[in-house]
Structures are given as structure tokens and as C-alpha cells.
């Protein structure tokens, strides 16, 4: 049961997002930006950025729904897998996880991100604009993942609704409900 009075049934940030529709708007927006919009990062790397924040914060919410998206992107599940059990060791290119480190760091708190990680990803061929946005998704996705837990929302374990989710995510992106019930951020 979530810690305030948000709408019933609607799974994590859907219920916040209705609960308080002139905030979700920025919110949402934000999120199509860096994960849907054009950009060098593929939509399904910026999806594996969110996916491994949101795991290294332990929002099952956040990190399934946006799995779901990566995998619909990808065209392959195992990789979501692999990227949180272990980047390092996933089958993704080398820039994808210098700025994965980059990310995961800022999870830790921002300060964490050193020159020599910056470096580090810009000599394997990241841009300022990919470093910047990784940045921003990692902030970012600390945000939505504290606002999805610390509300205690209601965080479902059907993998079918997730799977949903995602395939509507990685074609329509952030602007519109997953679903007519079912929001995601």
C-alpha cells in the first residue's frame, strides 16, 4: 500500500504521475528526451544506462519496465541481464560501459565521476553530448527511482505487463501512457 492516498491499480510512477499530473508532465517530457528522441546513444544503450541505474538503486519498477524497453530496442533480453549482473563483462561496446562507470558513479552521488572517467570514455569514442546525457539519465533515473520507492508504490511482478510496457516505451516513447491504466517514467 502506498505511503499517500495516489490512485489505486496504477503501477509504480503511473500512480505519483496521477496523483500530481502538473509535475508528471515535466517528468515525462524529460524522460522522452534523453531515452526516446534522436541522439548518437541508441535508444537501447540509453535504455541500459536507466536500467542499471535503476538496478543499483534496487527499484524493481524502474529496472523492469526499462529492461522491458532496452530488450524491445535490442531485440534481446539476456543482454538487460547481463548489463546489470555485470557490465563489464556483457557483450556491449567498450564505450557503452565506460559510460556505464560514468553512470554508476553518479548513482553513488555525483562527486564520485572523475576526469580520468571522462577521459577514459571520451578516448573510446564518446561525445560530450553521450557523456552529458549519461549524466543526466543517471541523475535522472535517481529521481524517478526515489519517487516510485519512496512512495511506496505499488510495484507488480507480472513480467507480461512489463514486456507491454516496454515494446510501448521503445515505439511511442514517454509522452502517453504505456496503456489506458498503466503509465511509465
Known amino acids: 500500500m502506498a505511503h499517500?492516498?495516489?490512485p489505486e491499480g496504477l503501477p509504480g510512477i503511473s500512480g505519483g504521475f496521477a496523483f500530481r499530473p502538473e509535475t508528471a508532465k515535466p517528468m515525462r517530457e524529460l524522460a522522452h528526451i534523453l531515452l526516446h528522441e534522436p541522439n548518437s546513444l541508441a535508444p537501447g544503450e540509453r535504455e541500459l544506462i536507466a536500467t542499471y541505474v535503476s538496478s543499483q538503486n534496487d527499484c524493481y519498477f524502474c529496472q523492469t519496465s526499462h529492461g522491458a524497453a532496452a530488450a524491445a530496442h535490442l531485440g534481446?533480453?539476456?543482454?538487460?541481464?547481463?548489463?546489470?549482473a555485470d557490465f563489464q563483462h556483457a557483450d556491449i561496446s567498450d564505450k557503452l560501459?565506460?559510460?556505464?562507470?560514468?553512470?554508476?558513479?553518479?548513482?553513488?552521488?555525483g562527486k564520485h565521476v572523475t576526469a580520468?572517467?571522462?577521459?577514459?570514455?571520451?578516448?573510446?569514442?564518446?561525445?560530450?553530448?553521450e557523456i552529458h546525457d549519461t549524466v543526466l539519465i543517471a541523475a535522472a533515473f535517481c529521481m524517478y527511482n526515489r519517487y516510485v520507492d519512496g512512495l511506496g508504490t505499488?510495484?507488480?511482478?507480472?513480467?507480461s505487463m512489463y514486456a507491454a510496457m516496454g515494446k510501448h516505451l521503445a515505439t511511442e516513447g514517454y509522452r502517453k501512457p504505456s496503456t489506458e491504466n498503466v503509465e511509465v517514467a
Open 4 to 6: 499517500i492516498a495516489i
Open 154 to 159: 505499488w510495484q507488480p511482478r507480472d513480467e
Open 97 to 109: 560501459k565506460a559510460l556505464l562507470v560514468i553512470a554508476g558513479k553518479v548513482q553513488q552521488g
Open 116 to 129: 580520468e572517467d571522462v577521459q577514459n570514455a571520451r578516448d573510446l569514442g564518446a561525445s560530450d553530448l
Open 76 to 84: 534481446d533480453d539476456e543482454i538487460v541481464k547481463r548489463v546489470k
